[in-house]
């Protein structure tokens, strides 16, 4: 992938000029960075927005296929550069590398198996699948076909994985017989057995052998090798709108079931490739590795689209970081000479726990850039990575974006612009942040904190909730109108730094994922012997944040197996990942009048603090303030 080189900022004063050319010309600045890509027919105009309905066109009326610049064009430069390297969960197990020229001929065949089995343009497609690369095939093969992907990390429930089966209306669901993780095995195709009971719009479901469990398979279910046997490696591009959809992803919602997430083809395309070449400042021959899985924004955006449409080689890994050893990430980086290292802080924490053996015994002199994501990194954990990993010579991109927003938003750029601990730092070039007070006045004074806006639209930030677009105007536009609104609070510093602050909803981030409040409570309450739970976040040393689940019981006298039961049905009905940290059990929750319930006093309990609750003589039931305290002491 070649970029115009005026667009590809070398120093803290190229981006300066470039950031300010991005903002006050945003249309000339992305047609600009548009043409670099391949285009089957160029868009009449570059942008049409209104915050207000909220509709938001990229490159209107141009025609493409984002595999076409994924694979297709460097099939002439690069063919058999290496697109992807597996590295498998067991570290004794043969790692795979796959040319760009091998990785274009799979997804032809399996875009051929999709449309074998009547997936058509605008089907939605079920992925949950492990971290294999027959995961990122499945996607580019659902983009070439036109189908849109929809994934599901593979650690949720069956009752999540139906959920969104069924919000998507899916056609097909691709999966495995199993997943390995770490000294573990896991039985995906049960999984999606259950959640297939009560999915009626699904016609076919492809299995992949991973584990050789020797399941045997449901009526209409085919095998992942027997599909790809019945076809060739041809597979003309379909031809997209660039904003017909590309992928649907869910996130958690503060309130309600998980918000669908839907990304068009053409501005996803242009923000995540141009992204991933700036923040990263990838050259040609690195080896690049994100440690996330596919099944979130960070894999989608950071392992799949925006390394392959830059021609990069990016690593993809099926295990854990404690796996054999609290080794294994550097063992990697040894291995494979890797070059950029894109984690959550919560393994950075993790990892920094234990001894430096762990780390010193490895070469890890090839780092060039370090990155962070999925929450923000406190200083401890900062100074650990730099110190440790990157020996101090590494710049470190803290960076801060979403689902809904596509890419990284607010980041520094890899021996571009300057880093700072804690903050996320500068806008991405055509990203134009604000910060509100609580009277949701935009100010423009500097160290300050306030509540983070964005004013003016970027070419990968979501179209829409699928099948809710009411829905997605009351999340993110109503509060401040002519804004997008995020959900995080955010402090500036002199030099313009943004340090993001945390949710100011009731969305926790645990170990950099988003998780609602709403549907973990309602999995509490489902138990027989549960009144009433409320559900907070607090600060965590490893996770970033953990969750704390207040909890009403009918019957306290039969009390004894509560959390574990409590713990089950979360894991059945969400996810493990969901699974509270504490499950405290109280006499009564502190509310408003209105019934409310007054979660700032909770998180406060969760925090450890035993007083300076503020004025709480304005609840319904002020007295059960003390008594939550003494019980959580």
């Known amino acids: 992938m070649i970029f115009n080189k005026k667009l590809i900022p070398k120093n803290l004063d190229d981006y300066n000029k470039l950031y300010d050319s991005s903002v006050s010309d945003p249309r000339k600045f992305w047609s600009d960075v548009a043409e670099s890509f391949l285009w089957k027919k160029k868009w009449t105009d570059v942008l049409s927005f209104d915050f207000s309905k909220p509709s938001f066109k990229w490159f209107l009326d141009a025609k493409l296929n984002i595999t076409e610049n994924c694979l297709d064009r460097h099939l002439k430069n690069i063919p058999n550069k290496t697109a992807i390297i597996f590295e498998p969960n067991q570290p004794n197990a043969e790692s795979e590398h796959i040319t ?94 259950e959640a297939l009971k009560d999915c009626s719009s699904v016609d076919s479901v492809i299995v992949l052998n991973r584990i050789n469990s020797n399941i045997k398979l449901n009526p209409g279910e085919k095998w992942w090798h027997d599909e790809l046997s019945m076809v060739d490696s041809e597979c003309v591009a379909e031809e997209m709108d660039s904003e017909d959809s590309l992928f649907i992803l869910y996130t958690s919602g503060s309130t309600g ?33 994100c440690t996330a899985d596919i099944g979130w924004i960070t894999g989608h955006s950071y392992i799949v689209y925006g390394p392959l449409l830059n021609g990069a080689t990016t690593l993809m890994f099926e295990g854990v970081p404690s796996y054999p050893d609290f080794g294994r990430f550097w063992k990697i980086c040894e291995k494979f000479r890797v070059n950029q290292f894109y984690t959550a802080p919560t393994a950075i924490r993790a990892l920094a726990k234990h001894s430096l053996d762990f780390v010193n015994k490895h070469d890890l002199s090839s ?45 520094s750029l890899a021996n571009v612009t300057e880093g700072k601990p804690t903050f996320a730092t500068k806008p991405m070039m055509g990203i134009q942040p604000v910060l509100f007070d609580e009277n949701a006045k935009e100010f423009d004074e500097n160290n300050k904190n306030g509540i983070l806006g964005i004013k003016y639209p970027w070419p990968s930030i979501a179209r829409t909730i699928y099948g809710d677009h009411e829905r997605y105007k009351n999340v993110y536009f109503s509060a401040y109108p002519g804004y997008y609104f995020p959900g995080d609070g955010a402090f500036r510093d002199d030099e313009g730094n943004y340090r993001i602050t945390g949710r100011v909803d009731d969305v926790v981030i645990v170990s950099g994922h988003n998780l609602g409040t709403a549907p973990i409570e309602d999995a509490i309450n489902m138990h027989d012997n549960v009144v009433e739970s409320a559900l907070v976040g607090f600060p965590h040393d490893i996770k970033g ?89």
């Open 100 to 193: 760009y020229k091998d990785l274009h001929k799979r997804v032809c065949r399996f875009s051929n198996v999709l449309k074998n089995n009547g997936v058509v343009k605008g089907d939605r497609v079920c992925i949950y699948l492990p971290m294999v690369p027959e995961l990122a095939i499945a996607v580019l093969a659902c983009a070439r076909v036109g189908a849109v992907h929809s994934v599901v990390f593979a650690g949720f429930s069956s009752s999540a994985l139906s959920a969104r089966i069924n919000d998507a209306q899916c056609k097909m669901v691709l999966t495995s017989d199993g997943s390995f993780r770490g000294n573990k095995t896991i039985d995906l195709k049960s999984i999606v057995d």
């Open 257 to 289: 079931k998980p918000k669908g997430m839907v990304h068009s083809c053409g501005g996803y395309m242009v923000y995540t490739a141009y992204s991933f070449k700036n923040v990263f400042n990838y050259e040609d021959d690195d080896i690049y590795w």
């Open 367 to 411: 780092l060039k850039v370090l990155g962070t994501v999925g929450e923000p990194i406190n200083e401890e954990a900062w100074d650990w990575y730099n110190e440790n990993i990157g020996k101090g010579k590494c710049p470190i991109v803290d960076t801060w974006w979403q689902t809904e927003t596509g890419g990284i938003m607010i980041t």
């Open 545 to 633: 944040n953990a969750l704390y689940a207040f909890v009403i019981l009918k019957d306290e006298l039969n009390s004894d197996n509560i959390v574990k039961e409590i713990n089950d049905l979360i894991s059945k009905t969400i996810g493990p990942i969901a699974k509270p940290e504490k499950i405290q059990i109280v006499p009564g929750l502190p509310k408003t009048r209105s019934g409310k319930i007054m979660r700032r006093i909770l998180r406060k309990i969760a925090s450890g603090e035993k007083e300076n609750f503020g004025d709480i003589s304005t609840l319904l039931n002020p007295e059960i303030v003390s008594k939550i305290v003494q019980i959580s002491l």
